[in-house]
């Protein structure tokens, strides 16, 4: 079954991942901007960060014939330093031409913080300004629920913004309703130890319908798995779903959400397949 992976960082894979993916299906993927695994202590560092994401990964993706997009921010993880923040914030339209760039994000919260909710704020009025989609990062474990309420309502506080063109990433059982219920896109994130398993996933589906949902393996730099998107359509064919409705889910509404930005030309992989492969990296 084609996929599309709506939420993977591939910066942090080898290229042997990208070649898995594409046998398991993968068509497209979205690679949000996130954190290095340790703090970036110039602008410049995200500005080379940014051209990795604009031009080396399109151009690894396409070798296997999957289609990449990406998205641009600075991490909450690094929201802290206000004034570094606003010096990235402020070259990221630099990259907004880029014909991969999808948007804003991942933005959000961390530790729920003063000054992650003004890098916050900063940055939804960049989106804003520059008629960009917005994909959100929720805090982690304990205060997932506190974090993902306070994104919220911040989102809901601007008025300029409009919930259809926001994704909420990492929702779980106690959070999903909150985006769903304002008009939000959302996702889970399937992860081996945190997060959502494919079993969780599916039994979120089953009890909450399968609009304005997607699922994404993240891959990062920790315990994660590039397949787990595979993993979670052969959970929901051992529960006896239709094919329709999984390919709904990991297929067709990450296509809806996507299509609303301008940068997205989406090629059918029937067409993509007739195409002359890019020159290898």
């Known amino acids: 079954m084609d996929y599309i992976d709506p939420h993977v960082h591939m910066v942090s894979r080898v290229t042997d991942d990208y070649e898995r993916m594409a046998r398991m299906g993968c068509v497209a993927i979205s690679e949000p901007a996130f954190w290095a695994g340790f703090d970036r202590g110039s602008v410049d560092g995200f500005r080379d960060y940014f051209r990795q994401l604009t031009d080396f990964e399109p151009r690894r993706a396409a070798a296997v014939g999957i289609q990449h997009y990406t998205w ?4 909450a993880k690094e929201a802290e330093n206000v004034s570094l923040a606003r010096e990235v914030i402020a070259m990221i339209p630099e990259f907004l031409g880029k014909p991969n760039v999808l948007g804003i994000g991942e933005i959000g919260l961390n530790k729920n913080t003063l000054n ?3 890098v916050f704020r900063e940055q939804v009025d960049l989106a804003m300004k520059t008629n960009e989609l917005i994909l959100i990062h929720t805090p982690h474990l304990q205060d997932k629920y506190k974090g993902t309420r306070m994104i919220v309502d911040m989102l809901l506080d601007d008025r300029r913004v409009d919930p259809a063109r926001v994704l909420i990433d990492h929702v779980e059982e106690h959070t999903v309703r909150v985006a769903r219920d304002h008009g939000f896109w959302c996702a889970m994130t399937l992860y081996p130890t945190t997060k959502c398993t494919p079993s969780r996933a599916a039994d979120i589906i089953e009890q909450y319908g399968d609009d304005r949902i997607m699922v994404n393996s993240a891959g990062d730099w920790g315990p994660s798995n590039p397949l787990a998107v595979p993993d979670f359509v052969m959970e929901m064919r051992r529960r006896g779903h239709a094919d329709s409705r999984i390919r709904k889910i990991v297929y067709e509404n990450p296509l809806e959400f996507f299509r609303q930005c301008r940068n ?6 029937d067409t993509l397949r007739d ?3 890019a ?3």
């Open 275 to 277: 195409l002359t492969p």
């Open 116 to 118: 992650e909710a003004t």
């Open 279 to 281: 020159d290898p990296v």
């Open 72 to 75: 641009l921010c600075i991490n």
């Open 264 to 269: 997205f030309r989406y090629t059918p992989p």
